[in-house]
């Protein structure tokens, strides 16, 4: 059965540095997403990318932010320099319908 | 705003037990409502969902009924296995426009042999 990968499973990084994040959507989705669960809380929507460009993006998807699409199969989320406060699981998702399919996560620990 | 609030865990039963967790909804319009599981080092995957009033999802012997009237999705199943225990979300897809599920809080469910 189709899947989304997402690696690497445990990104750990020091405050400032940057961090890319990476998702393989499965291959016929054409919606792709971002959330993140800070431990303890819920999941929460980062962002939805359709046709090479963000579609939707929430209060907390700030300029710290970004998602790319480099080629025909990947979907990046950067954070550009991360905080104590960024650590979270990550999870990106894609659809075709209105039913998301979702990674197993990228647990991300900022020191 | 749309907002979902689901019963808080951790919920512990013995195996061939009896399984509720509640979860209502705030949102405008008509939503449609999801239950999605995360089971140890796995991703949310989709059990079951609703997407019109009085409709109900069911998968793997779980159950849930779109209750308008109460603006709940209740998860229910009748006789729990060990396998079962994981994590359960309550999300809701606002279909005005929005694409982003807006998820609870998650149920951890641990059962017992």
Known sequence: EPEVT???????????????????PISNHLYFYWYRQILGQKVEFLVSFYNNEISEKSEIFDDQFSVERPDGSNFTLKIRSTKLEDSAMYFCASSETNIQYFGAGTRLSVL | ???????????????????????????????????????????????????????????????????????????????????????????????????KLVFGKGTKLTVNP
């Open chain 2, 1 to 99: 705003g749309n907002s979902v609030t689901q019963m808080e865990g951790p919920v512990t039963l013995s195996e061939e037990a009896f399984l509720t967790i509640n979860c209502t909804y705030t949102a405008t319009g008509y939503p449609s409502l999801f239950w999605y599981v995360q089971y140890p080092g796995e991703g949310l995957q989709l059990l079951l969902k609703a997407t019109k009033a009085d409709d109900k999802g069911s998968n793997k012997g779980f159950e849930a009924t779109y209750r308008k009237e109460t603006t709940s999705f209740h998860l229910e199943k009748g006789s729990v296995q060990v396998s079962d225990s994981a994590v359960y979300f309550c999300a809701l897809h606002w279909q005005g426009g929005s694409e």
């Open chain 1, 6 to 24: 997402q690696t690497p499973s445990h990104q750990v990084t020091q405050m400032g540095q940057e961090v890319i994040l990476r998702c393989v």
